[in-house]
């Protein structure tokens, strides 16, 4: 699901605590489009026992199916999270060239997508990392053609630095490297940076690796002569 960042107060403009952002959605759960739905109802609630939170429910419109979804967020202390959405439609990642290369890497970073769904975020940056490793390592086997026995058994940093010497795919395979290694501590070293920069810099890896794959395979070139 991707998301717009908003603002509470565009829609609560004389309620001080709504003063901060949320994520509107994106990418209507029906048709699977984006687009920047229209809010047809909002409501908070403010529980009494519970003064430092609050609730808010959302009614969408898609602009292009024009079917209804719903959100609810939980507001406290100047911060808001998605507490559910309906329907929810799951995040599924398929792609025909990654796929032929790495077909585990399908199935483990899907795995990683599922925590994501359910809002387990140490989990699923777990699993962006070894989703990550499959993909470097079967990047190298089979598009690279280097010997099993050799990338097999190479810690990430140095498959990386070995495989992908390219600065983009470095940069964005070590952010992702790190970050899912930080959630698997006890204690953080990065506990500012959250689970959507780690997102957004693992959608860059692959669609590096993707441009890559593209490139390497074309569907005709110039030895077809037209």
Do not use: W
């Not at 959605?25 to 909002?42: M, S, T």
């Not at 953080?188 to 997102?199: A, C, G, I, T």
């Amino acid at each position: 699901m991707q998301y717009l960042i908003k603002n509470f107060r565009d829609l609560y403009n004389c309620t001080p605590e709504m003063d901060c952002t949320y994520q509107k959605p994106a990418q209507c759960p029906h048709c699977g489009l984006g687009c920047d739905p229209i809010i047809l109802h909002n409501h908070y609630v403010k529980p009494l026992k519970y003064q430092s939170q609050c609730f808010v429910f959302l009614i969408f419109q898609c602009t292009a199916c024009k079917k209804l979804f719903t959100a609810t967020y939980k507001v406290e202390d100047g911060h808001s999270c998605i507490c559910c959405m309906t329907p929810d439609r799951p995040s599924i990642f398929s792609d025909e060239y990654i796929k032929k290369i790495s077909p585990r890497f399908i199935e483990v970073y899907n795995q990683a997508l599922r925590a994501k769904d359910n809002r387990d975020f140490d989990l699923a940056s777990i699993g962006f990392r070894a989703a990550l490793e499959i993909l470097v390592k079967d990047y190298a086997m089979e598009e690279l053609h280097q010997p099993a026995e050799k990338v097999i058994y190479k810690n990430l940093h140095d498959a990386i630095s070995a495989y992908l010497p390219e600065n983009g795919l470095i940069n964005t395979a070590d952010v992702v490297r790190i970050l899912g290694n930080d959630h698997a501590h006890y204690v953080r070293k990065y506990p500012s940076l959250d689970f959507e920069l780690l997102q957004n810099y693992m959608d860059i890896f692959i669609s590096l690796i993707r441009t890559k794959l593209l490139i390497a395979h074309p569907p005709v070139s110039r030895s077809t002569k037209a």
